[in-house]
């Protein structure tokens, strides 16, 4: 799978965890190396929300390790693509 | 040690009301539209809660350290902000000899929240998944820590009355909690270790 189209899934997946979808729709068309925490209110819940179900859609675990370096100086839409396709062992 | 929930609309969100060195920040962080908004109205209700609370203070500011915490910067005080939705809360303990933590999570979170705890916390739901997860948050956010250090974490919580006791993140703590329709609020407080 593509970095493109991992990008595409994780916007969804983002939109349905977020508890206000209307307020997380900015994330359907924001840059992905943006902060996603510039762009809708991407509280700990939605975030742990979106590993979850990201472990569940690509069918990975996601180490701490890795949670951390996609988290530190702000989650992005790129760098999360590039830990799941890390650790499906894409890269 | 004080503690106000409200709804955020109680608070402007005119960016007109930060201090300069706020609006730097701001734009430094480049948040956009609503999320934007938040961050203003986060800063104003802080800078109420020290005039309600210390009125003898002099004029301060928030500045947002690099984890995203509010430091007041001008009094000599200790808060700690949370928002989610519409709704805020903040922590204030006079001095700076208490870290502080306050978390607001609404209970639309409840669904979202059991499989999140069974799958970061070994012992998984414990209690009231929304209070659960505010007692875990306000002892994260007393001790400076991220989400990763929930991870695998062996974190033990239990609630009597309006008390909350979290054990397994480094030393236990001894948390209130109020809950209401909406939502539930965890505050503490501790010396640093």
Known sequence: ?91 | MKVRADDLSAVPGDPGLLRVAERRELLALRFRGLRREEWIRGRVAIRRAVARWLPRASRCRVHTEPSGAPLVVGVDCTVSLSHDGRWFAVALAPGRALRVGVDLCRRVHAGRLAPILRRFIKRGVQLDPVVQWAALECVLKMRGLGIAALMGSDAKVRRAGRRVWVEGIGPGASLCVIDRPEFVVVWGSEEPQ
Do not use: W
């Open chain 1, 1 to 91: 799978m593509t970095t493109a189209a991992v990008v595409g899934q994780l916007r969804t997946l983002i939109v349905t965890a977020a508890p206000d979808p209307a307020l997380a729709e900015a994330v359907r068309r924001c840059p992905a190396d943006v902060p996603l925490d510039t762009v809708m209110p991407f509280s700990s819940v939605i975030a742990l929300g979106v590993i979850v179900a990201v472990e569940d859609r690509f069918d990975i675990v996601v180490t701490r390790p890795a949670m951390q370096t996609a988290f530190t100086g702000g989650a992005t839409l790129e760098k999360l693509a590039a830990m799941i396709q890390r650790l499906q062992g894409n890269t």
